[in-house]
């Protein structure tokens, strides 16, 4: 949360020139308080999992959080029983007259297919389209991500010649990133895809800001520059065994699944992962929802 200081403090300015969110007398003053409202477009196929990797992240801060799901119309899952979707979720008809401050689209395991190809495209263009004007800011997390910079900015993906998956260290290239405040300048978060995208196609971006990428799995965290879209091609929700269960999986399926890298202690599959990226998660979690949704978003939409 913000400092509040006098405006005429003398640290008030070097506080400011640090990068350090500072909040004067005069805007505290009018400010009002009221709940966020998040959606959540959840894609992944076992979304009951899902659901609970984000609410456990959005429950830490001390900001009081109103949560809707969102599922598809043109796409029916095949993982999640009918009457829990039909009891917690609702569709992009029933909200879209609705404004959010803050939005999650999650990954998908899709990505092997064209965009196009996909069959509820039309429906997700049109929904982060209705971002633009109803969202105060959409954190995109892996498929997610990658169609949001496809969309909004024209940068397509490719594909790998194996599965990126694993725990790799990411650099930070700008710790004044308020999406970033607290990391470490090298920190571990988890990746499980099939494509990727180009870091030179985003830095040249005039829009985008490559904020930590990987030396191993490359663009990491993505900010455009008006803050209203933020692009996180990994996993830092994932829980500790969330990897080991993907590639179990493989592995019954008869599949040549490769071990996630620098993940199982020895590369060992019959040992247990550590979680090493949890404080990192919710450090971003914290910073989304406090400087990109809550001091942005306005008190009542007009």
């Not at 796409?75 to 917690?88: D, G, I, P």
């Not at 008809?93 to 939005?103: A, F, L, Q, S, V």
């Not at 900015?153 to 490719?158: E, L, M, P, T």
């Not at 914290?286 to 942005?296: G, R």
């Amino acid at each position: 949360m913000p400092i509040n200081i006098p405006s005429t403090l003398p640290a008030t300015e070097v506080l400011k020139k640090e990068k350090i969110f500072v909040m004067d007398e005069v805007r505290s003053s009018s400010q009002n308080i009221r709940p966020l409202n998040i959606l959540i477009f959840n894609l992944m196929p076992e979304k009951e999992k899902t659901e609970l990797q984000l609410l456990r992240l959005l429950g830490n801060t001390p900001l009081q959080v109103n949560v809707t799901f969102l599922d598809t119309a043109t796409h029916v899952s095949k993982n999640t029983t009918k009457n829990h979707l039909e009891s917690f979720y609702t569709t992009f008809e029933h909200i879209k007259n609705k404004r959010y401050d803050g939005m999650i689209i999650t990954g998908a395991p899709i990505e092997l297919f064209d965009f196009q190809e996909v069959d509820f495209w039309d429906e997700m263009v049109e929904i982060m389209e209705w971002t633009k004007t109803n969202v105060t800011s959409v954190l995109n997390i892996c498929w997610g991500a990658q169609a949001a910079l496809y969309h909004h900015y024209g940068i397509g993906k490719y594909a790998l010649p194996t599965k990126c998956s694993g725990v790799f260290d990411h650099v930070v290239h700008d710790s004044t990133v308020k999406l970033i405040r607290g990391f470490n300048d090298v920190y571990t978060a988890p990746h499980s895809r099939n494509t990727s995208v180009s870091t030179e196609e985003i830095n040249a971006h005039p829009d985008l800001e490559l904020v930590s990428e990987s030396d191993e799995a490359g663009a990491f965290i993505i900010v455009s520059k008006d803050e209203k879209q933020i692009m996180i091609t990994g996993h830092l929700e994932y829980d500790a065994d969330t990897l080991k269960q993907e590639y179990d999986r493989d592995v019954a399926k008869g599949l040549d699944a490769q071990i996630p890298k620098h993940y199982f202690p020895n590369d060992d599959p019959t040992q247990q992962p550590l979680n090493r990226w949890r404080s990192h998660t919710h450090l971003l979690f914290s910073n989304w929802l406090n400087y990109y949704v809550y001091q942005e978003t306005p008190y009542e939409w007009e």
